[in-house]
């Protein structure tokens, strides 16, 4: 596969989106992302962050949730792949329950697909199993 400028140009936004998670700058990422952006990530009723999250206001209720669930101790993109309108990112956190100070690592994979220079719609792949355990007294 051939990386084109446009392809770059997607990763370059998806690792400024990770750069703002990492500061905690909500703003930051959601200037990424379209007004009507759909966020999925596996439902598991174990853990307060799964679902889908729709719009701005759900992007931030997601964050938001994320924040008051866990601490991250360490979030790694480990490869970014793009072809066109979609990037793929495979990496690996690790992170402690706040109300349980139970610990997990996992690994997962998240696909961004872009319209124009805007993220319209995200996808978690993740072992929710070990979230769900961690998260469970």
């Avoid at 990424?32 to 999250?53: L, Q, S």
């Avoid at 490869?79 to 793929?88: C, E, K, P, R, Y």
């Avoid at 690592?105 to 929710?128: C, E, L, P, S």
Wanted: with cysteine; aromatic share 10%; proline share 4%.
């Amino acid at each position: 596969m051939i990386l084109i400028e446009h392809d770059m140009d997607n990763i370059q936004v998806v690792q400024e989106v990770y750069k703002n998670f990492g500061e905690r700058n909500v703003a930051g990422v959601l200037a990424h992302f379209d007004k009507n952006v759909v966020w999925m990530r596996p439902d598991a009723p174990e853990i307060p962050f799964c679902g889908t999250y729709k719009g701005h206001e759900g992007m931030i209720k997601f964050l938001t949730l994320v924040s008051q669930t866990i601490k991250i101790d360490s979030f790694v993109p480990t490869q970014f792949l793009a072809n066109g309108d979609t990037v793929v990112v495979i990496g690996e956190d690790s992170a402690h329950v706040i109300s349980t100070g139970k610990s997990y690592t996992t690994h997962w994979i998240q696909v961004f697909v872009f319209k124009g220079k805007k993220i319209v719609q995200g996808r978690a792949y993740i072992d929710t199993l070990q979230i769900a355990k961690a998260c469970q007294p």
